[in-house]
């Protein structure tokens, strides 16, 4: 079974930027295909962003596009979310997933193994 643990969360100035490191070990059931989710408190986990292990190909949701970047090391195995300029509502839990159930389609909404989250707060 694939493990996650992720790192790098805080408090950061609207405005600002972090870099979030999701550090991979174990064996996955199909690969390391790795996403990044988010929930605010009071919402749903949402889609943040999606990155192939071996091609690096990449899929983001509506709250990345154009401030967030996903990105996997291999050799290391740990993957990233650099986020910049970020706003308040950018707040809440955010978890890595790796492992997904099946390869085409909405694979990136299949993941078996989660982090167990971190925190990141953007003060306005």
């Known amino acids: 079974q694939a493990r996650l643990v992720e790192s790098g969360g805080g408090l950061v100035q609207a405005g600002g930027s972090l870099r979030l490191s999701c550090a991979l070990s174990?064996?996955?059931?199909?690969?390391?295909?790795l996403g990044w989710f988010r929930q605010a408190p009071g919402k749903e986990r949402e889609f943040v962003a999606a990155?192939?292990?071996?091609?690096?190909?990449?899929i983001y949701g509506e709250p990345a596009k154009g401030r967030f970047t996903i990105a996997r090391d291999t050799t290391n195995k740990v993957g990233y979310l650099q986020m910049n300029r970020l706003r308040p509502e950018d707040t809440g839990v955010y978890f890595c997933?790796?492992?997904?159930?099946?390869?085409?389609?909405?694979?990136?909404?299949?993941?078996?193994?989660w982090g167990q989250g971190i925190q990141v707060t953007v003060s306005s």
């Open positions: 174990g064996r996955p059931s199909y690969n390391f295909d």
């Open positions: 997933a790796t492992d997904p159930r099946q390869f085409e389609g909405r694979w990136y909404e299949t993941f078996r193994s």
């Open positions: 990155i192939t292990w071996s091609g690096g190909g990449t």
